[in-house]
């Protein structure tokens, strides 16, 4: 009679205990290198509902507070805010009205980062010719973004996060998640905006930006950017732990 796979006894097989340090140790050499051959870029974490609805976030009191009745019907009717390019949420609808600067973003960090070369396409449309710019984005660890966030250039373009992807290694058996077999976050397909976008709006100017992050030659050190850095909320899973 066959032996049933359920019976353990029978399964010439070894489980390999997951190693707790292979982890850390991957994760940190993926930094090391992004720091040594990148270049620093500014990364916009928007509210999402996922937010809203865990309570980190509230509506946006300026395109979603009181309204005449034209402006109540209008967003009845369409079920949106009634301003396309709020300055104060920045077109989510989402606002933590506790925020000591900007509650309108979730957070807005510096992180070194590697770029691929942009792709251009040429595309015809209604209005006529259009030139769309693609890129692949990668940074360190210690954030994860989502599709709708934004990050900017030192060469002032403003990119929009469309897909995400976990670079992970499986260090044995277990039941690995995002967080931990994790070593980075890779960002392919990001589109780049028109100046006429919402991104454009989110401080700083790319005039601002741009001189900012360019920071050339290397002074072979991270640079603290803090005093330009605004975070309202958590940047990764509240179970992430830097570091061994």
Same mark, same amino acid.
């Given at each position: 009679?066959? =032996? =049933? ?17 292979? #982890?850390?140790? *991957? ?12 270049? /620093? ?9 996922? $937010? ?6 509230? !509506? ?15 967003? %009845?009717? /369409?079920? *949106?805010? #009634?301003? @396309? ?25 510096? !992180?070194?980062?590697?770029? @691929? ?20 984005? *990668?940074?360190?660890? $210690? ?11 030192? $060469?002032?373009? !403003? ?10 290694? #499986? =260090? ?5 998640? %995002?967080?931990?077999?994790? #070593? ?35 002074? @072979?050190?991270?640079? %603290?950017? =803090? ?10 899973? %509240? $179970? ?5």
């Amino acid at each position: 009679m066959a =032996s =049933s796979l359920g019976n353990v006894s029978t399964q010439p097989y070894f489980l390999k205990t997951p190693d707790p340090q292979l #982890i850390p140790q *991957q994760r940190q050499q993926h930094n090391e290198a992004v720091y040594a051959y990148g270049e /620093y870029s500014m990364f916009i974490l928007m509210w999402h509902i996922e $937010d809203y609805l865990a309570g980190a976030c509230q !509506r946006c009191p300026y395109c979603f507070g009181e309204k005449n009745p034209v402006e109540a019907a209008i967003e %009845d009717a /369409y079920k *949106q805010a #009634i301003l @396309n390019k709020c300055p104060q949420c920045f077109g989510t609808t989402y606002f933590q009205n506790d925020a000591a600067r900007l509650g309108g973003l979730k957070a807005r960090i510096v !992180r070194p980062c590697m770029w @691929n070369t942009a792709d251009v396409t040429h595309d015809y449309v209604q209005q006529g010719e259009v030139d769309s710019s693609t890129s692949t984005v *990668q940074s360190i660890s $210690d954030f994860r973004m989502r599709s709708g966030d934004y990050v900017f250039r030192a $060469d002032q373009t !403003r990119w929009r996060v469309e897909t995400i992807q976990t670079d992970f290694i #499986i =260090s044995g058996f277990q039941a690995a998640s %995002d967080i931990n077999a994790m #070593i980075g976050y890779t960002y392919p397909g990001c589109k780049q905006e028109e100046k006429t976008s919402v991104a454009f709006i989110i401080p700083p100017e790319p005039s601002i930006a741009g001189p900012l992050l360019n920071v050339n030659p290397a002074l @072979n050190y991270p640079v %603290d950017f =803090s005093t330009w850095e605004v975070i309202n909320g958590e940047l990764i899973a %509240d $179970d992430f732990v830097v570091g061994p």
